[in-house]
C-alpha cells in the first residue's frame, strides 16, 4: 500500500493487526515498565534507568516485523522520564546528569513504545520504599489511581470530555488532593501521540478545549497527575529540558551550522515521535536546539515542579474503545497503601461500580498483552487507592 493510499484509509480498531500492534507494544511497554521499576534502588543513576528502558523497548520492537516487505517503523515513543517527589514530569536526564535516587523517593515513571506508529503509553507512581505506603502519600497515589479508574469507566462511546474532567476533580478533592494543571489525555493515532481529541484534567478559564464524544474504536492515552500542593507547575529551569518533538508543519532556515546539522539529524532518526536529547551529541545539541526551539521547529517538553515538600503522583494508561467495552492495555500494579482519607461520596462509588466490559462474551480469551487490561470487579480496590492489575 502506498503512503498515499495509507493517507486516505486511516487505520482504526476496525483493522485485526491495528489491534494487535496496540497489544504487542502494550506488552513491550509493561515489560520495560517492570524492569525499570525492579532497577530503582536507593543510589542508583536515573539517567541509567531511563536508558535502560529505552534501549529494552528498542530491543524488543526490532526483534519484530523483522522480515516483512514494508518497513514498519517502531521503537520508542516516549522516552522514559523518572520524575521525583515534586518534580511533575519529563525528568529523563543527560548522559553527563548525576542525580541518583534516594530512599523514600516517590517516583514518577512514563514512557511509551509504538509499532507501526500504534502507540502504547503508560506511567506509574512508585515509592521507594519497602511495606505499606500511608499518608499523604498513600493519599495523593490514591487520589491519581481512583481518578485513572472513574476516567476509565466514564471514557466511553455516548460520554463527553468535560463529564470526565468533572469526575477527575471530584475524586481529587476527595482525597485532600488537587488535579495537576496543563495535563491533558490525549486521543492517540497512527504516529499521532497527541491528537485532537482532549480530555482536560481541570477546567479553568486559561485552558479551553472543544467539546467532544467519545466514539467506538478510539484510543486515548488517560493521564492523571495529582499533588498534595497547589497542582500549579512551575518551570524552574529551561536546561532541564531534554524530551522534544519535532513540529512537522514549521519550516525555518536555520542561520547556525550546529543547529543544521542537528534539525537535520533529529528529522532523520526522529522525524514524528518525541526523543530525548541523549541521543544527540551532547555539546552539539545543546547549541543547536537553542534555535530550533527559538523558532518552533522543535516542541518542547519541559520539566515542572511543584513546591518542595509537595507529592506528586501519576498514573497514565493507554485504552482501546472496543465495541465489546473499553480494554485498558498498559498498567502496573501499584504498591500496598493505606490513605488517610476513604472514598464516602456516593457519586464516586457509583462511577467505580460501572463495568468496563459489556456482558455479552465471557472472559479467557486474548490473552496476549491484557495484563491488567480487566478492571471490573474492583469498586473496593479503587476506593481505598489499591489498583486491580496482575
Given at each position: 500500500m502506498?503512503?498515499?493510499?495509507?493517507?486516505?484509509?486511516?487505520?482504526?480498531?476496525?483493522?485485526?493487526e491495528?489491534?494487535?500492534?496496540?497489544?504487542?507494544?502494550?506488552?513491550?511497554?509493561?515489560?520495560?515498565?517492570?524492569?525499570?521499576v525492579?532497577?530503582?534502588?536507593?543510589?542508583?543513576?536515573?539517567?541509567?534507568?531511563?536508558?535502560?528502558?529505552?534501549?529494552?523497548?528498542?530491543?524488543?520492537?526490532?526483534?519484530?516485523?523483522k522480515?516483512?516487505?514494508?518497513?514498519i517503523?517502531?521503537?520508542?515513543?516516549?522516552?522514559?522520564?523518572?520524575?521525583?517527589?515534586?518534580?511533575?514530569?519529563?525528568?529523563?536526564?543527560?548522559?553527563?546528569?548525576?542525580?541518583?535516587?534516594?530512599?523514600?523517593d516517590?517516583?514518577?515513571?512514563?514512557?511509551?513504545?509504538?509499532?507501526?506508529?500504534f502507540?502504547?503509553?503508560?506511567?506509574?507512581?512508585?515509592?521507594?520504599?519497602?511495606?505499606?505506603?500511608?499518608g499523604?502519600?498513600?493519599?495523593?497515589?490514591?487520589?491519581?489511581?481512583?481518578?485513572?479508574?472513574?476516567?476509565?469507566?466514564?471514557?466511553?462511546?455516548?460520554?463527553?470530555n468535560?463529564d470526565?474532567?468533572?469526575?477527575?476533580?471530584?475524586?481529587?478533592?476527595?482525597?485532600d488532593?488537587?488535579?495537576?494543571?496543563?495535563?491533558?489525555?490525549?486521543?492517540?493515532?497512527?504516529?499521532v501521540?497527541?491528537?485532537?481529541?482532549?480530555?482536560?484534567?481541570?477546567?479553568?478559564?486559561?485552558?479551553?478545549?472543544?467539546?467532544?464524544?467519545?466514539?467506538?474504536?478510539?484510543?486515548?492515552?488517560?493521564?492523571?497527575?495529582?499533588?498534595?500542593?497547589?497542582?500549579?507547575?512551575?518551570?524552574?529551569d529551561e536546561?532541564?529540558?531534554t524530551?522534544?518533538?519535532?513540529?512537522?508543519?514549521?519550516?525555518?532556515?536555520?542561520?547556525?551550522?550546529?543547529?543544521?546539522?542537528?534539525?537535520?539529524?533529529?528529522?532523520?532518526?526522529?522525524?514524528?515521535?518525541?526523543?530525548?536529547?541523549?541521543?544527540?551529541?551532547?555539546?552539539?545539541?545543546?547549541?543547536?536546539?537553542?534555535?530550533?526551539?527559538?523558532?518552533?521547529?522543535?516542541?518542547?517538553?519541559?520539566?515542572?515542579?511543584?513546591k518542595?515538600?509537595?507529592?506528586?503522583?501519576?498514573?497514565?494508561?493507554?485504552?482501546?474503545?472496543?465495541?465489546?467495552g473499553?480494554?485498558?492495555?498498559?498498567?502496573?500494579?501499584?504498591?500496598e497503601?493505606?490513605?488517610t482519607?476513604?472514598?464516602?461520596?456516593?457519586?464516586?462509588?457509583?462511577?467505580?461500580?460501572?463495568?468496563?466490559?459489556?456482558?455479552?462474551?465471557?472472559?479467557?480469551?486474548k490473552?496476549k498483552?491484557?495484563?491488567?487490561?480487566?478492571?471490573?470487579?474492583?469498586?473496593?480496590?479503587?476506593t481505598n487507592?489499591?489498583?486491580?492489575?496482575?
Open positions: 502506498s503512503d498515499d493510499e495509507r493517507e486516505e484509509k486511516e487505520l482504526d480498531l476496525t483493522t485485526p491495528v489491534v494487535t500492534k496496540y497489544k504487542s507494544a502494550a506488552e513491550i511497554v509493561n515489560k520495560a515498565l517492570q524492569l525499570v525492579s532497577e530503582c534502588k536507593p543510589k542508583a543513576k536515573i539517567v541509567d534507568i531511563c536508558e535502560k528502558g529505552d534501549t529494552y523497548i528498542r530491543e524488543q520492537t526490532g526483534n519484530m516485523y522480515n516483512v516487505k514494508r518497513k517503523e517502531r521503537g520508542v515513543a516516549f522516552p522514559t522520564c523518572i520524575s521525583v517527589n515534586n518534580t511533575v514530569c519529563h525528568f529523563s536526564p543527560l548522559a553527563s546528569d548525576e542525580t541518583v535516587l534516594e530512599e523514600g516517590i517516583l514518577k515513571i512514563d514512557m511509551a513504545c509504538h509499532i507501526d506508529g502507540i502504547a503509553a503508560v506511567a506509574h507512581t512508585h515509592v521507594l520504599q519497602q511495606g505499606l505506603v500511608t499523604r502519600a498513600a493519599d495523593v497515589i490514591a487520589a491519581a489511581n481512583t481518578a485513572a479508574e472513574v476516567a476509565l469507566r466514564l471514557v466511553r462511546p455516548g460520554r463527553k468535560k470526565v474532567t468533572d469526575a477527575i476533580q471530584k475524586v481529587a478533592a476527595a482525597y488532593c488537587k488535579i495537576v494543571e496543563g495535563v491533558l489525555s490525549h486521543q492517540m493515532k497512527q504516529f501521540i497527541d491528537g485532537n481529541k482532549v480530555v482536560l484534567s481541570i477546567s479553568n478559564p486559561d485552558t479551553r478545549v472543544d467539546d467532544a464524544e467519545f466514539e467506538e474504536n478510539e484510543v486515548y492515552a488517560i493521564d492523571i497527575v495529582a499533588s498534595t500542593g497547589e497542582g500549579k507547575p512551575k518551570l524552574l536546561k532541564q529540558t524530551i522534544y518533538k519535532r513540529a512537522v508543519d514549521k519550516s525555518y532556515h536555520l542561520k547556525m551550522k550546529a543547529s543544521r546539522f542537528i534539525y537535520s539529524e533529529i528529522s532523520q532518526n526522529f522525524p514524528i515521535m518525541p526523543f530525548s536529547a541523549r541521543a544527540l551529541e551532547e555539546k552539539r545539541a545543546r547549541l543547536g536546539l537553542v534555535e530550533c526551539v527559538n523558532h518552533e521547529l522543535l516542541q518542547p517538553y519541559p520539566v515542572l515542579h511543584e518542595p515538600g509537595d507529592y506528586v503522583a501519576h498514573i497514565k494508561f493507554t485504552v482501546l474503545l472496543m465495541p465489546n473499553s480494554d485498558r492495555i498498559t498498567s502496573h500494579a501499584l504498591q497503601l493505606q490513605p482519607k476513604t472514598i464516602d461520596d456516593p457519586e464516586i462509588k457509583a462511577w467505580l461500580a460501572l463495568a468496563t466490559k459489556t456482558k455479552k462474551k465471557g472472559g479467557g480469551k490473552k498483552g491484557k495484563k491488567g487490561a480487566e478492571a471490573e470487579p474492583m469498586e473496593e480496590e479503587a487507592g489499591a489498583t486491580p492489575q496482575e
